[in-house]
């Protein structure tokens, strides 16, 4: 035979449709760009850091909350290895202004003052009214003030000067506690909190710049360092890889300078300043200035707003536009040594140092709030490329939206912001978490009750899918464990249908993360998704077809997945998200954990167990079933009804639970007001009865024994002439024949009654 060469047929290579592409709105283009890491599956990202100096507030969870989502879709969802460097500010003229009023306000009036004397009267007095000629110049000091506050027009003034009604809140909080007839019974602790916000400025006016040690500087940013990280665990924010504060890095700063310097687009200052020479930066052929904001470039407010309340008014510099990478410090302000003099360095070439002494000449990712884009950013991308003598300092901008609260911009500076430790006592973790996850990171969001209502309505529609999908659970399991018998796993089209929605969920969120990482659409898919799921579910309760468990499971699972993600923890058991309020002490022993339910089931057997021996009726064994039920409720289970008889056992959440806890009560509520009524009604008709029985009593013939009436009767006692002696009329006669025949009536049955008795 001659021999034939085997050959392995040929394979057709699969046709697959062409996968989206990350895209990520980039600042520095104002579009959605490819996202290319410079390093396959490799990120460096630099995010800033806050400025710790005073409460984090709901301005800073918007920030590094949806910096985090998209932050863990990177890594989580698109499998890229993050290097997340973030940065500390501890040097900055803000927290050397608040430091030095802190320490000022403790040493000269906290420390010396154990209670409201005249000496402190006086003192304030004269804080007051250098605040207010300082703060509110419209006020006329020959005037009332309090007249003056009820005349101003709040409203136009404060179009002016949007810190307009912050002063006047200050000063008015203070006259009032001043100029109270009161004001020295009041305690001392009220007083002082009262005129601290008047007092500080006058006192740093006066004493600032006698504060020279180095750790009263020290002492307020590691405070509110400690507190901010404290806020940013509470709303599970990651933690960075990296963290970089300023002070640590002084040195690091002097050295970046001298090179700007040496790269000619630098100049020093004879009062020991160094400062960014914008004009040769910009006219270089390599270079741009203000790559993201060019517009605003010439805008000398945003310009002395990023050189600091301390910095401003300097008129050594060769342009408006030029700003301060090294500052000569003034007496009262933290100074550091250099070639160029004591000083302190400016706020943008902190990030330029800290990022390019982890990431280099370039990076991928820089991240902050969209109010950093000019001066802050822009500066930082100018000193950097004029360091490194390159192009392109970053790869992908990415800027987070405004938040505003009802429609008003909160800020630091107006004191008008809400702390995250206040929302956190109004909304819990993960309403916050959902309230930036529903909303695009790179777009404003207005924090106001519709949104809330949004929220709470998105999580209670989840955390009841994923309650009802664990009863399920639990009860085909019980159903195996007392049969012995494995239910049914072949499918129907409902199952079918199911597993579909489930594949097409899977795309459509592939679709929205490479989106721009657009977690508001990938949440309202898994919402969809949960929608088609109980209408499975309702299915199946109704007997149209039978559970197919794993169907819902499998969906379940995969949606808790996207959820942990975007930053919502997961169960362990991954049938839903964690809810730390119902996870209980793990250090509690099993009978403490048990206790509870065995009593409540023991109730239930004592109840029944009785009800038995003494015969009772049906009903009195439907209402031990209710009570148990209600018991279970209170316990966090609730025992659903179906049409086979059996009950759906269910581990309520929180919120599940006060809800039906509520309709509990208002039924209840009901059920007294119904039986209130019953026995009022029924004392109304004992009252009736017994009008009803004095009223049979009285014999016929005395029925019509009113000499105020009648004077004149027959021989039945029926009247024949009224109190005047006229003639009863015949209609008139008739009517009281009639009454005195149902009278007769019912005087008879009386007798009767009275016989029988």
Not at 20 to 35: A, C, I
Not at 319 to 339: I, M, R, V
Not at 380 to 393: P, T
Request: hydrophobic share 30%; charged share 25%.
């Amino acid at each position: 035979m001659s021999s034939t060469k085997v050959q392995q047929p040929d394979w057709i290579k699969p046709v697959g449709k062409e996968e989206p592409k990350l895209r990520l709105y980039n600042s520095l283009t104002r579009t959605k760009n490819e996202f290319i890491p410079i390093t396959t599956k490799h990120i460096n990202w630099y995010c800033c850091g806050p400025t710790v100096y005073d409460h984090s507030h709901m301005g800073h969870a918007r920030n590094y909350v949806s910096t985090d989502i998209c932050r863990r879709i990177l890594q989580d969802y698109f499998g890229y290895n993050i290097n997340f460097i973030q940065n500390v500010t501890d040097i900055d003229d803000k927290i050397i202004i608040a430091a030095r009023q802190e320490y000022l306000f403790e040493q000269k009036i906290s420390n010396v003052y154990e209670k409201v004397n005249d000496e402190l009267v006086e003192v304030s007095k004269k804080h007051l009214s250098d605040y207010i000629s300082k703060n509110l110049p419209q006020f006329n000091q020959d005037q009332d003030f309090i007249d003056w506050i009820n005349q101003v027009n709040t409203e136009q003034e404060t179009q002016l000067n949007p810190k307009f009604p912050m002063y006047l809140k200050a000063s008015k909080l203070a006259h009032q506690t001043i100029f109270d007839d009161n004001a020295k019974n009041v305690p001392i602790i009220d007083f002082l909190q009262n005129i601290k916000e008047i007092s500080m400025p006058s006192l740093d006016k006066e004493f600032g710049s006698t504060v020279n040690d180095p750790s009263i500087f020290r002492k307020l940013p590691s405070y509110w360092e400690n507190k901010f990280n404290e806020d940013m665990s509470k709303l599970n924010v990651l933690p960075s890889s990296i963290t970089t504060r300023v002070s640590e890095y002084i040195p690091n700063i002097i050295d970046f300078v001298d090179k700007i310097i040496e790269n000619g687009y630098a100049y020093s200052t004879n009062d020991g300043s160094v400062y960014f020479d914008t004009f040769k930066f910009e006219n270089d052929p390599n270079h741009d200035y203000a790559k993201l904001q060019p517009w605003n470039k010439g805008s000398l407010e945003l310009i002395n707003d990023g050189e600091g309340s301390l910095s401003t008014g300097q008129s050594s510099k060769k342009s408006t536009a030029d700003f301060a990478l090294w500052k000569g410090s003034k007496p009262g302000e933290p100074s550091w040594p250099s070639k160029w003099g004591d000083g302190r360095p400016g706020w943008h070439i902190e990030c330029s140092v800290m990022a390019s002494d982890i990431t280099g000449e370039t990076m991928d990712i820089h991240s902050g709030g969209v109010d950093l884009c000019f001066p802050h950013h822009d500066n930082e991308l100018a000193q950097s490329e004029a360091y490194y003598n390159n192009k392109q300092w970053v790869n992908y901008f990415l800027h987070n939206g405004h938040l505003h609260i009802q429609g008003q911009k909160m800020s630091k500076s107006l004191k008008n912001f809400i702390t995250i430790e206040q929302a956190l006592k109004d909304f819990s973790s993960r309403q916050l978490r959902l309230v930036f996850a529903l909303s695009y990171w790179d777009k404003p969001i207005d924090f106001k009750d519709s949104l809330i209502q949004e929220v709470k309505t998105y999580e209670s529609t989840l955390s009841k899918f994923f309650t009802n999908v664990r009863a399920l659970n639990n009860d085909v399991k019980h159903k195996i464990s007392i049969d012995g018998t494995n239910p049914s796993k072949k499918i129907s089209q409902h199952e079918r249908d199911l597993l579909q929605s489930l594949k097409q969920a899977q795309t459509d969120v592939h679709s929205a993360f490479c989106d721009n990482l657009s977690s508001p659409q990938v949440l309202r898919i898994i919402q969809d998704l949960v929608s088609k799921s109980n209408n499975y579910i309702q299915l199946t309760s109704s007997g149209e077809t039978e559970l197919r468990i794993d169907s819902l499971l499998q969906i379940t699972r995969w949606i808790v997945k996207i959820l942990d993600i975007l930053g919502f923890d997961a169960r362990s058991d991954k049938l839903g998200w964690l809810d730390s309020t119902t996870e209980g002490d793990s250090s509690s022993s099993k009978e403490d954990v048990a206790l509870p339910y065995v009593k409540a089931l023991a109730q239930f057997r004592d109840s029944i167990r009785n009800s038995a021996i003494n015969k009772s009726q049906y009903s009195d064994f439907l209402d031990a079933c209710d009570s148990l039920r209600s018991d279970l409720v209170n316990l966090g289970v609730s025992l659903d009804d179906r049409p086979n008889g059996s009950a759906l056992v269910k581990f309520l959440n929180p919120q599940e639970q006060e809800q039906l806890i509520n309709q509990q009560k208002a039924k209840e509520q009901a059920l007294i007001e119904k039986q209130k009524k019953k026995e009022e009604q029924a004392l109304a008709n004992a009252k009736k009865e017994q009008e009803k029985l004095e009223k049979m009593k009285v014999n016929p013939q005395d029925l019509f024994k009113d000499t105020s009436l009648y004077s004149e009767w027959d021989d039945q006692g029926i009247p024949t002439k009224d109190s005047k002696g006229e003639e009863v009329t015949k209609s008139m006669r008739k009517r009281l024949t009639k009454q005195y025949q149902q009278q007769e009536k019912l005087y008879q049955e009386y007798l009767k009654l009275e016989n029988k008795n």
